[in-house]
């Protein structure tokens, strides 16, 4: 985990066991965000969870086969 202050804005970002990003959180007097990430077999990106002020949406990644 570490921890960034700028602005009246405190980021923190969130690593897995293998040092994978899978969580950044953003928070400041009146805002809020959150985004967490979820990998797939293949240690890609596979969708994406946001949360900004409460309301909470979720981002499906696909890949083409190459």
Do not use: H, P, W
């Not at 970002?13 to 967490?36: F, N």
């Amino acid at each position: 985990m570490g921890q960034f202050y700028e602005c009246g804005i405190t980021a923190t970002y969130y690593y897995d066991l293998i040092d994978r990003s899978c969580k950044y959180k953003e928070a400041g007097t009146d805002y809020s965000m959150i985004l967490e990430y979820g990998s797939n077999e293949m240690d890609q990106v596979s969708y994406v969870f946001e949360t900004i002020a409460g309301d909470r949406r979720s981002i499906d990644i696909t890949y083409d086969d190459i």
